[in-house]
């Protein structure tokens, strides 16, 4: 288990934003999203913290356009060290490893009509390698069921979330990010059902995100994830803005190890 970094891109700023509050741009809700957090520092500054800490395996998304020049920045700063998702598509892929990324993280182009598209699947797994590819099945909880979401979190798919689903798709990617979109932004606690659900997946290798707000709750991870998921925490760090201090994680990672 290890602690996934994150760079979330908004409107060319590092932001932390409460998942599924971004709209699409248009009607009412167009440009609207609730914010916790806006830095006064750019990409390549958490890229270049990120690479002192070696904390590899970050996720740089792009919450929308005009978030380009921050993402391309971030990962001139640590090239091969950070992930990059957000609007990556088979044409564009190629693209964003050429600039650095070590792996592209992909959720709506895998669907068509809310319904996984398995040959658009595996033309991208094609395109880049399933070893530089990570599979956003990011979820929110529809009665005793777990189902994917796309489009900034706003449409559900009929797409279910079970290990059997993940076993099913683990050969096509290096690993899966899903965020419990329901706390995600919200630093409330886990979804501790959610997680014990991908500790039971024999796949590919899992990262958690959502909620997380204090060390019990990464703690929790450990416990109901079998010391098999890593997690990514955003607004409770901080980094950004939060009272839960980097060090202390780093420091409470190192003596799980030691356990």
């Given amino acids: 288990m290890k602690l996934r970094p994150c760079i979330d891109l908004h409107e060319g700023h590092v932001k932390q934003i409460v998942g599924g509050t971004l709209s699409d741009g248009s009607g009412k809700e167009k440009g609207s999203a609730r914010e916790n957090f806006v830095s006064d520092k750019d990409a390549s500054w958490y890229a270049a913290l990120y690479r002192e800490k070696n904390l590899t395996g970050g996720h740089v998304i792009k919450l929308g356009p005009g978030n380009d020049a921050q993402a391309r920045s971030a990962l001139k700063t640590w090239p091969g060290g950070l992930q990059i998702g957000g609007g990556i598509t088979v044409e564009n892929a190629a693209g964003w490893l050429e600039a650095g990324a070590s792996h592209v993280i992909v959720t709506s182009a895998l669907f068509t009509g809310g319904r996984l598209d398995y040959e658009k699947a595996e033309a991208l797994s094609r395109r880049v390698g399933p070893e530089h ?24 798919t009929d797409y279910v979330l079970t290990p059997r689903s993940l076993e099913e798709l683990s050969g096509l990617c290096a690993e899966f990010l899903i965020h419990g979109v329901d706390v995600e932004g919200k630093k409330c606690g886990i979804e501790e059902e959610l997680v014990a659900l991908l500790a039971s997946a024999p796949s590919a290798p899992v990262t958690y995100a959502g909620g997380v707000a204090t060390l019990e709750d990464v703690d929790r991870i450990r416990r109901l994830g079998r010391g098999r998921i890593d997690f990514t925490i955003g607004s409770a760090l901080d980094i950004f803005g939060g009272d839960l201090p980097l060090e202390e994680v780093m420091a409470y990672l190192d003596q799980s190890v030691k356990k």
Avoid at 133 to 156: A, P
């Fill in 133 to 156: 590819l990570v599979l956003d099945l990011s979820c929110r909880r529809r009665g005793e069921e777990w189902i994917v979401v796309t489009d900034r979190w706003q449409t559900f």
